[in-house]
Protein backbone atom coordinates (compact mmCIF):
# COMPACT_ATOMS: atom_id res chain seq x y z
CA UNK A 1 0.00 0.00 0.00
CA UNK A 2 1.37 3.56 -0.36
CA UNK A 3 1.01 5.38 2.36
CA UNK A 4 -0.05 9.38 2.54
CA UNK A 5 3.47 11.31 2.69
CA UNK A 6 2.94 12.51 6.14
CA UNK A 7 2.60 8.78 7.39
CA UNK A 8 5.30 8.07 5.39
CA UNK A 9 7.08 10.71 7.60
CA UNK A 10 6.38 8.96 11.15
CA UNK A 11 7.99 5.26 11.28
CA UNK A 12 5.59 4.22 13.68
CA UNK A 13 2.90 5.20 11.87
CA UNK A 14 4.08 3.66 8.59
CA UNK A 15 4.43 0.18 10.75
CA UNK A 16 0.81 0.16 12.34
CA UNK A 17 -0.82 1.39 8.73
CA UNK A 18 1.01 -1.37 6.56
CA UNK A 19 0.16 -4.11 9.64
CA UNK A 20 -3.03 -3.16 9.45
CA UNK A 21 -3.46 -3.66 6.13
CA UNK A 22 -1.94 -6.70 5.92
CA UNK A 23 -4.71 -8.27 8.39
CA UNK A 24 -7.22 -6.57 5.77
CA UNK A 25 -5.71 -8.62 3.00
CA UNK A 26 -6.92 -12.48 4.45
CA UNK A 27 -10.50 -11.56 3.87
CA UNK A 28 -11.09 -12.48 0.27
CA UNK A 29 -14.11 -13.84 -1.30
CA UNK A 30 -13.98 -17.20 0.40
CA UNK A 31 -11.11 -18.69 2.04
CA UNK A 32 -9.82 -20.39 -0.95
CA UNK A 33 -9.05 -17.11 -2.59
CA UNK A 34 -6.47 -16.20 0.91
CA UNK A 35 -4.65 -19.78 0.48
CA UNK A 36 -4.88 -20.06 -3.46
CA UNK A 37 -5.60 -23.11 -5.27
CA UNK A 38 -3.58 -23.84 -8.05
CA UNK A 39 -5.89 -24.81 -11.54
CA UNK A 40 -8.85 -24.45 -8.76
CA UNK A 41 -11.45 -24.53 -11.53
CA UNK A 42 -10.94 -27.47 -13.76
CA UNK A 43 -10.79 -31.17 -13.91
CA UNK A 44 -7.74 -30.95 -16.50
CA UNK A 45 -6.08 -27.73 -15.75
CA UNK A 46 -6.25 -26.40 -18.75
CA UNK A 47 -6.46 -22.83 -19.42
CA UNK A 48 -8.63 -20.85 -21.77
CA UNK A 49 -7.26 -18.92 -24.38
CA UNK A 50 -5.74 -15.44 -23.18
CA UNK A 51 -7.54 -12.21 -24.56
CA UNK A 52 -5.54 -10.20 -27.33
CA UNK A 53 -4.81 -6.51 -26.39
CA UNK A 54 -4.09 -5.26 -29.21
CA UNK A 55 -8.08 -5.50 -30.31
CA UNK A 56 -8.09 -2.83 -27.57
CA UNK A 57 -7.01 0.40 -28.96
CA UNK A 58 -5.42 3.40 -27.06
CA UNK A 59 -7.80 5.94 -25.51
CA UNK A 60 -5.68 9.05 -26.08
CA UNK A 61 -7.84 11.57 -23.92
CA UNK A 62 -7.66 8.82 -20.76
CA UNK A 63 -4.03 8.24 -21.93
CA UNK A 64 -3.55 11.74 -21.03
CA UNK A 65 -4.86 11.40 -17.24
CA UNK A 66 -2.51 8.49 -15.91
CA UNK A 67 -0.49 10.14 -13.38
CA UNK A 68 3.60 11.35 -14.20
CA UNK A 69 4.72 8.71 -12.58
CA UNK A 70 3.44 5.58 -14.66
CA UNK A 71 3.44 7.63 -17.41
CA UNK A 72 6.94 8.10 -17.33
CA UNK A 73 7.88 4.47 -16.66
CA UNK A 74 5.54 3.70 -19.32
CA UNK A 75 4.45 0.01 -17.34
CA UNK A 76 1.32 -0.59 -15.29
CA UNK A 77 2.42 -3.27 -12.52
CA UNK A 78 -0.05 -5.35 -11.01
CA UNK A 79 0.57 -7.44 -8.08
CA UNK A 80 -1.69 -10.65 -8.46
CA UNK A 81 -1.55 -13.89 -6.46
CA UNK A 82 -1.43 -16.25 -9.66
CA UNK A 83 -2.90 -19.00 -7.45
CA UNK A 84 -6.86 -18.91 -7.98
CA UNK A 85 -8.16 -20.22 -11.31
CA UNK A 86 -9.97 -18.74 -13.99
CA UNK A 87 -9.18 -15.42 -11.99
CA UNK A 88 -5.40 -15.77 -12.05
CA UNK A 89 -3.25 -18.40 -12.27
CA UNK A 90 0.13 -19.70 -13.60
CA UNK A 91 -0.10 -21.04 -17.96
CA UNK A 92 0.88 -23.89 -18.67
CA UNK A 93 4.48 -23.26 -18.51
CA UNK A 94 4.26 -21.94 -14.57
CA UNK A 95 5.69 -18.85 -14.77
CA UNK A 96 3.52 -16.92 -17.43
CA UNK A 97 0.29 -15.14 -15.21
CA UNK A 98 -3.18 -15.52 -17.09
CA UNK A 99 -7.13 -15.48 -16.28
CA UNK A 100 -9.59 -12.67 -16.67
CA UNK A 101 -8.47 -10.62 -14.28
CA UNK A 102 -5.06 -10.63 -16.05
CA UNK A 103 -6.46 -10.28 -18.89
CA UNK A 104 -8.83 -7.56 -17.94
CA UNK A 105 -4.98 -5.77 -16.38
CA UNK A 106 -3.92 -6.02 -20.04
CA UNK A 107 -7.07 -4.46 -21.77
CA UNK A 108 -6.25 -1.39 -19.34
CA UNK A 109 -2.82 -1.30 -19.82
CA UNK A 110 -3.82 -1.01 -24.11
CA UNK A 111 -6.37 1.22 -23.87
CA UNK A 112 -3.97 3.75 -21.90
CA UNK A 113 -1.50 3.04 -23.98
CA UNK A 114 1.05 1.24 -21.26
CA UNK A 115 2.99 -1.94 -21.50
CA UNK A 116 1.61 -4.19 -18.48
CA UNK A 117 3.57 -6.10 -16.05
CA UNK A 118 1.98 -8.65 -13.99
CA UNK A 119 3.50 -9.79 -10.94
CA UNK A 120 3.02 -12.86 -9.07
CA UNK A 121 2.57 -12.04 -5.06
CA UNK A 122 1.64 -13.28 -1.83
CA UNK A 123 -2.66 -12.60 -1.22
CA UNK A 124 -1.58 -10.88 1.87
CA UNK A 125 1.11 -8.82 0.11
CA UNK A 126 -0.44 -7.29 -1.97
CA UNK A 127 -2.48 -4.09 -0.86
CA UNK A 128 0.06 -3.21 1.50
CA UNK A 129 2.64 -2.94 -1.73
CA UNK A 130 0.61 -0.42 -3.44
CA UNK A 131 2.53 2.31 -4.36
CA UNK A 132 6.19 1.42 -3.71
CA UNK A 133 5.81 -1.99 -5.76
CA UNK A 134 2.27 -2.27 -7.57
CA UNK A 135 0.58 0.20 -9.39
CA UNK A 136 -2.78 -1.71 -9.13
CA UNK A 137 -3.29 -5.06 -7.14
CA UNK A 138 -6.00 -7.11 -9.08
CA UNK A 139 -6.59 -10.42 -7.49
CA UNK A 140 -10.37 -11.24 -6.38
CA UNK A 141 -10.34 -8.38 -4.08
CA UNK A 142 -14.08 -8.58 -2.52
CA UNK A 143 -15.19 -4.89 -1.58
CA UNK A 144 -16.15 -4.56 2.04
CA UNK A 145 -15.78 -1.37 4.18
CA UNK A 146 -12.52 -2.41 6.08
CA UNK A 147 -10.39 -2.33 2.75
CA UNK A 148 -12.67 0.87 1.43
CA UNK A 149 -10.65 2.10 4.51
CA UNK A 150 -7.48 1.66 3.97
CA UNK A 151 -6.95 1.47 -0.08
CA UNK A 152 -9.19 2.69 -3.16
CA UNK A 153 -11.34 -0.06 -4.95
CA UNK A 154 -12.89 0.15 -8.09
CA UNK A 155 -15.54 -2.56 -8.97
CA UNK A 156 -15.21 -4.58 -11.87
CA UNK A 157 -16.82 -8.31 -11.03
CA UNK A 158 -19.75 -9.48 -8.91
CA UNK A 159 -18.64 -13.14 -7.54
CA UNK A 160 -21.10 -15.37 -5.21
CA UNK A 161 -21.81 -18.77 -4.32
CA UNK A 162 -22.96 -20.91 -7.27
CA UNK A 163 -23.28 -25.13 -7.68
CA UNK A 164 -23.00 -27.56 -10.31
CA UNK A 165 -24.36 -31.49 -11.04
CA UNK A 166 -23.79 -34.05 -13.64
CA UNK A 167 -25.79 -32.52 -17.37
CA UNK A 168 -29.15 -33.32 -17.08
CA UNK A 169 -28.92 -33.66 -13.37
CA UNK A 170 -29.44 -37.12 -12.87
CA UNK A 171 -29.08 -37.50 -8.99
CA UNK A 172 -32.15 -35.17 -8.82
CA UNK A 173 -30.56 -32.39 -6.45
CA UNK A 174 -32.76 -29.63 -5.12
CA UNK A 175 -30.95 -26.85 -3.59
CA UNK A 176 -34.37 -26.87 -1.55
CA UNK A 177 -33.85 -29.97 0.13
CA UNK A 178 -30.34 -30.95 -0.41
CA UNK A 179 -30.60 -34.09 3.17
CA UNK A 180 -29.35 -37.37 2.63
CA UNK A 181 -27.31 -36.17 -0.77
CA UNK A 182 -23.30 -36.22 -1.41
CA UNK A 183 -21.80 -32.58 -1.76
CA UNK A 184 -18.12 -31.82 -2.64
CA UNK A 185 -16.78 -28.26 -1.36
CA UNK A 186 -13.28 -27.28 -1.03
CA UNK A 187 -11.81 -27.09 2.25
CA UNK A 188 -11.69 -23.76 4.65
CA UNK A 189 -14.39 -22.42 1.66
CA UNK A 190 -17.40 -20.26 3.05
CA UNK A 191 -19.44 -23.03 1.66
CA UNK A 192 -17.99 -25.64 3.63
CA UNK A 193 -18.98 -23.10 6.48
CA UNK A 194 -21.30 -21.79 7.26
CA UNK A 195 -23.29 -22.82 4.14
CA UNK A 196 -23.48 -26.28 3.89
CA UNK A 197 -22.81 -27.13 7.78
CA UNK A 198 -25.96 -24.65 8.15
CA UNK A 199 -28.09 -26.73 5.58
CA UNK A 200 -27.01 -29.87 7.26
CA UNK A 201 -28.00 -28.91 11.06
CA UNK A 202 -31.49 -27.88 9.42
CA UNK A 203 -31.44 -31.54 8.03
CA UNK A 204 -30.51 -33.09 11.35
CA UNK A 205 -32.92 -31.16 13.49
CA UNK A 206 -35.89 -31.64 11.12
CA UNK A 207 -34.63 -35.72 11.79
CA UNK A 208 -33.66 -35.92 8.09
CA UNK A 209 -30.92 -37.66 6.96
CA UNK A 210 -27.80 -35.28 6.89
CA UNK A 211 -25.92 -34.09 4.33
CA UNK A 212 -22.52 -36.13 3.28
CA UNK A 213 -20.06 -33.08 3.53
CA UNK A 214 -17.02 -34.17 1.03
CA UNK A 215 -14.30 -31.88 1.32
CA UNK A 216 -11.35 -31.90 -0.30
CA UNK A 217 -8.40 -29.47 -0.54
CA UNK A 218 -8.39 -28.72 -4.00
CA UNK A 219 -11.49 -27.47 -6.05
CA UNK A 220 -9.94 -29.94 -8.90
CA UNK A 221 -10.74 -33.42 -7.41
CA UNK A 222 -13.97 -32.16 -6.35
CA UNK A 223 -14.64 -31.41 -10.00
CA UNK A 224 -12.94 -34.65 -11.11
CA UNK A 225 -15.34 -36.00 -8.45
CA UNK A 226 -18.35 -34.94 -9.69
CA UNK A 227 -17.78 -35.77 -13.17
CA UNK A 228 -17.06 -39.20 -12.48
CA UNK A 229 -20.16 -39.51 -10.15
CA UNK A 230 -19.10 -40.01 -7.34
CA UNK A 231 -20.96 -36.86 -5.76
CA UNK A 232 -24.10 -35.47 -6.65
CA UNK A 233 -23.56 -32.19 -6.35
CA UNK A 234 -20.22 -29.16 -5.80
CA UNK A 235 -20.56 -25.81 -4.59
CA UNK A 236 -17.79 -23.08 -4.83
CA UNK A 237 -16.97 -19.72 -5.68
CA UNK A 238 -18.87 -18.55 -8.74
CA UNK A 239 -15.61 -18.14 -10.97
CA UNK A 240 -14.98 -21.57 -10.29
CA UNK A 241 -18.06 -23.17 -11.14
CA UNK A 242 -18.40 -20.80 -13.99
CA UNK A 243 -14.79 -22.18 -15.36
CA UNK A 244 -15.55 -25.88 -14.77
CA UNK A 245 -18.50 -25.91 -17.14
CA UNK A 246 -16.14 -24.83 -19.51
CA UNK A 247 -13.40 -27.02 -19.04
CA UNK A 248 -15.64 -30.52 -18.75
CA UNK A 249 -16.73 -30.72 -21.87
CA UNK A 250 -20.52 -30.37 -21.61
CA UNK A 251 -20.46 -32.88 -18.71
CA UNK A 252 -21.77 -30.56 -15.57
CA UNK A 253 -24.50 -27.49 -15.92
CA UNK A 254 -25.08 -25.14 -13.31
CA UNK A 255 -27.63 -25.59 -10.73
CA UNK A 256 -29.74 -22.84 -9.48
CA UNK A 257 -28.91 -19.03 -9.49
CA UNK A 258 -25.97 -17.30 -7.85
CA UNK A 259 -26.48 -16.08 -4.27
CA UNK A 260 -24.60 -14.12 -1.52
CA UNK A 261 -23.14 -11.95 -4.49
CA UNK A 262 -20.82 -9.03 -3.45
CA UNK A 263 -18.81 -6.62 -5.61
CA UNK A 264 -14.76 -7.24 -5.91
CA UNK A 265 -12.52 -4.68 -7.27
CA UNK A 266 -9.25 -2.91 -8.21
CA UNK A 267 -7.51 -1.90 -5.56
CA UNK A 268 -5.24 1.37 -5.93
CA UNK A 269 -3.61 3.15 -3.28
CA UNK A 270 -5.55 5.36 -1.15
CA UNK A 271 -3.27 8.30 -1.56
CA UNK A 272 -3.38 8.02 -5.47
CA UNK A 273 -7.55 9.11 -6.29
CA UNK A 274 -5.91 10.21 -10.07
CA UNK A 275 -4.53 6.36 -10.67
CA UNK A 276 -8.64 4.89 -9.28
CA UNK A 277 -10.20 7.50 -11.40
CA UNK A 278 -8.74 6.65 -14.22
CA UNK A 279 -9.08 3.12 -14.04
CA UNK A 280 -12.94 3.69 -13.36
CA UNK A 281 -12.84 5.54 -16.95
CA UNK A 282 -10.71 2.89 -18.52
CA UNK A 283 -12.89 0.32 -17.65
CA UNK A 284 -16.55 1.72 -18.37
CA UNK A 285 -14.93 2.68 -22.06
CA UNK A 286 -14.13 -1.33 -22.08
CA UNK A 287 -17.88 -2.20 -20.95
CA UNK A 288 -19.02 -0.25 -23.75
CA UNK A 289 -16.62 -1.44 -26.21
CA UNK A 290 -17.57 -4.84 -25.12
CA UNK A 291 -13.95 -5.78 -24.58
CA UNK A 292 -15.15 -6.07 -20.98
CA UNK A 293 -17.69 -8.97 -21.31
CA UNK A 294 -15.50 -10.79 -24.33
CA UNK A 295 -12.97 -11.20 -21.89
CA UNK A 296 -15.24 -12.90 -19.04
CA UNK A 297 -17.36 -14.90 -21.22
CA UNK A 298 -13.82 -16.53 -22.69
CA UNK A 299 -13.05 -17.83 -19.27
CA UNK A 300 -16.47 -19.05 -18.64
CA UNK A 301 -17.79 -16.21 -16.34
CA UNK A 302 -20.30 -13.63 -18.32
CA UNK A 303 -22.84 -13.97 -15.63
CA UNK A 304 -20.28 -11.97 -13.07
CA UNK A 305 -20.03 -8.82 -15.36
CA UNK A 306 -20.97 -5.76 -14.21
CA UNK A 307 -23.14 -2.96 -15.72
CA UNK A 308 -21.39 0.44 -13.95
CA UNK A 309 -17.90 0.61 -12.14
CA UNK A 310 -17.82 2.80 -9.79
CA UNK A 311 -14.81 4.08 -7.31
CA UNK A 312 -15.45 3.42 -4.14
CA UNK A 313 -19.09 1.65 -4.11
CA UNK A 314 -20.88 1.59 -0.51
CA UNK A 315 -21.16 -1.94 0.43
CA UNK A 316 -22.60 -3.33 3.63
Known amino acids: MQISRSLLSNPALKAATVLAVSALALTACTNASETGTSGAATASGSAAASFDPSTVKKDDALAAMVPDAIKSKGTLTVGSDTSYAPAEFLGTDGQ ?45 FTINPERLAAVNMVSYFNAGTAWAVQKGNPKKVSLDDLCGKSIGVQTGTVQEDPDLSGRNKKCVDAGKQPINIVTLKTQTDITTRLVNGSIDAMAADSPIIGYALTQTNGQLEKLGDVYDSAPQGIAVAKSDTALADVVQKTLTKLMQDGSYKKILEGWGNGDGAITKSEVNPAVG
Do not use: C, M, N, R
Not at 96 to 117: E, N, R, S, W
Not at 122 to 138: H, M, N, R, S, V
Open 96 to 140: TPVGYDVDIAKAIGAALGLKVQVQTSEFTGILPALGPKYDLGISS
